[in-house]
């Protein structure tokens, strides 16, 4: 079935440095979904976008869907512990269809 | 804001038992959603109902079913828990119609199975 690709897998950084990660699809989707994963808990909207090249912020989030509508980007500036946990992308090719979601990327922030 | 509900956050069960997973929105969405999530494998679609004792399958449905009685409460049931069901499985729920709107999820629920 289809899948989404998210990259990278997993990243350790420091405290207070930028985070980059994306998502791609080899579909075009009409819908792309940000949500984190806190430990133990389930997964929470961070950042929803529907159309191609928006870019959208949340407080130090800020997510961009992409032009090729492949693919979606998730930025985080100046990274703090609570960033701690795993980012999932998901999307969604139609208003009929459901949504895929990607593997995950596991963000861990060394204070 | 939109509430889901998990009946358990940890349960423990035994290989043959009957399990029943419960799930309830406060938002009279139309649109239910079960999920496992495995490490390394992400969010996996069991199955979904989108209008009271209405059932479609999801991309992982062998060895489960699910019931929507009613429109708030979706339960998931393992007919016969196996070892490899062990799994943290996930509800979420979403309004009806044609709509680009997001999922919203419950905590969870972690389920072992020995």
């Known amino acids: 079935g289809q899948q989404l690709n998210q990259s990278p897998q997993s990243m350790f950084i420091q405290e207070g440095e930028d985070v980059s990660m994306n998502c791609t699809s080899s579909s075009i989707f009409n819908t792309w979904l940000w949500y984190k994963q806190d430990p133990g808990e389930g997964p929470v909207l961070l950042i929803a976008?529907?159309?191609?090249?928006e870019l959208t912020s949340n407080g130090r989030l800020t997510a961009q869907f992409g032009i090729t509508r492949k693919d979606s980007f998730l930025n985080i500036s100046a990274s703090i512990p609570s960033d701690v946990g795993i980012y999932f992308c998901?999307?969604?090719?139609?208003?009929?269809?459901?949504?895929?979601f990607g593997p995950g990327t596991s963000l861990s922030v060394i204070p | 804001d939109v509430k889901v509900t998990q009946s358990s956050r940890y349960l423990v069960k035994r290989t043959g038992e009957k399990v029943f997973l419960e799930c309830v929105q406060d938002?009279?969405?139309?649109?239910m959603f079960w999920y496992r999530q495995d490490p390394g494998l992400g969010l996996r679609l069991i199955y979904f109902?989108?209008?009271?004792?209405?059932?479609e399958k999801g991309d992982i449905p062998e060895g489960y079913s699910v019931s929507r009685e009613k429109k708030e409460r979706f339960s998931l049931i393992l007919e016969s828990a196996s070892t490899n069901q062990t799994s943290m499985y996930l509800c979420a729920s979403i309004g009806g119609g044609v709509s680009n709107q997001p999922q919203h999820f419950g905590d969870g629920t972690r389920l072992s199975i020995l």
């Open positions: 998901a999307g969604r090719r139609t208003s009929y269809d459901k949504v895929i």
């Open positions: 938002m009279d969405h139309e649109n």
């Open positions: 109902s989108y209008d009271v004792k209405m059932k």
């Open positions: 976008l529907y159309k191609a090249g």
